[in-house]
């Protein structure tokens, strides 16, 4: 019993000097990463091979197990629709083996792979393109128009399938 009790008395002790002596930001624990600081935007924390295994949220509050996450809020500017270029078709979708795009101006094209990989990419602006799918994998990929005096775009989700 009386080791019961100093046990239960320094596990109290060990709790309460942690909990009011110590605190962790969040901050990059792991080997393999960097960080990246900036005074007027913010700091960001990255690692290498930590892949995500359970998210549990509630509310605002987010707990993620097996992944580095910091308390940050990512914003990005978005053209807004009115300054997309809407006069561009891309079909057939989903596609075999050719991809014809069409457009009122000239546009410059890229197909992505989902994976950020450039597949395809146009030297010169035109009116008309046709790419050859039956080489590529089967899969998603993203297809770019873009004008490039406006610099106005759209994006397609292309669809691959043999």
Known sequence: MKSLRL???????AFSAAA??????PVLLGSAGAQAENSSA????WSV?????????????????????????????V?????????VRAFPNPSTDRLYIHSETPVQIRLLHLHGIEVFASAQPDHHHEL???????????LEARDPETRRFKTFKIVITH
Do not use: D, I, R
């Open 49 to 77: 091979g930590e892949p995500a295994t359970a998210t549990y949220s509630q509310n605002a509050a987010m707990l993620t197990q097996g992944f580095h996450q910091v308390f940050v809020t990512v914003s990005t500017a």
């Open 20 to 25: 009011s002596g110590q605190s962790l930001g």
């Open 132 to 142: 050859k799918t039956a080489a590529l994998p089967a899969g998603l990929y993203l």
């Open 79 to 87: 053209e807004s629709p009115a300054e997309l270029l809407t006069e």
């Open 7 to 13: 046990c239960v008395a320094w596990l109290c002790l």
């Open 42 to 45: 913010g700091s960001l924390y």
